[in-house]
Nanobody, 126 residues
Framework: QMELVESGGKSVQAGGSLTLSCVAS????????MGWFRQVPGKEREFVAR???????EYAGFLEGRFAVSQDKAQFTLHLQMSSLKPDDTAMYYC????????????????????WGQGTQVTVSS
């Protein structure tokens, strides 16, 4: 089954930048559907960004253009470039993965992803 390993989380000052990476491994598929979610204690996990089956990025509305998601050509590594970080961005960031269905990545909800990484902590201080 698919395994996901995140890296890059750390503590940064507000206004700073950070890049998270997620490496996926598992069964032989042409590509994996991958995305990023985040969660703070006491709140539900929320969608951050993903790349669809065409390589087109999709973002949560609250990001206001501050983050950029990309998938490498091998399509098994996903990056999240975060800039203009705010204290509200403090969260555990999770990489999510799934197998394409009929060649499509189904969407941006948790139910559209069947596999999760352990998470990488991002802390933004003011």
């Amino acid at each position: 089954q698919m395994e996901l390993v995140e890296s890059g989380g750390k503590s940064v000052q507000a206004g700073g930048s950070l890049t998270l990476s997620c490496v996926a491994s598992g069964p032989n598929y042409p590509r994996y559907c991958m995305g990023w979610f985040r969660q703070v204690p006491g709140k539900e996990r929320e969608f951050v960004a993903r790349v669809d089956e065409h390589g087109k990025p999709e973002y949560a509305g609250f990001l206001e253009g501050r983050f950029a998601v990309s998938q490498d050509k091998a399509q098994f590594t996903l990056h999240l470039q975060m800039s203009s970080l705010k204290p509200d961005d403090t969260a555990m960031y999770y990489c999510a993965g799934g197998y394409p269905f009929g060649g499509y990545c189904l969407g941006s909800r948790e139910k559209h992803f069947g596999f999760w990484g352990q998470g990488t902590q991002v802390t933004v201080s003011s």
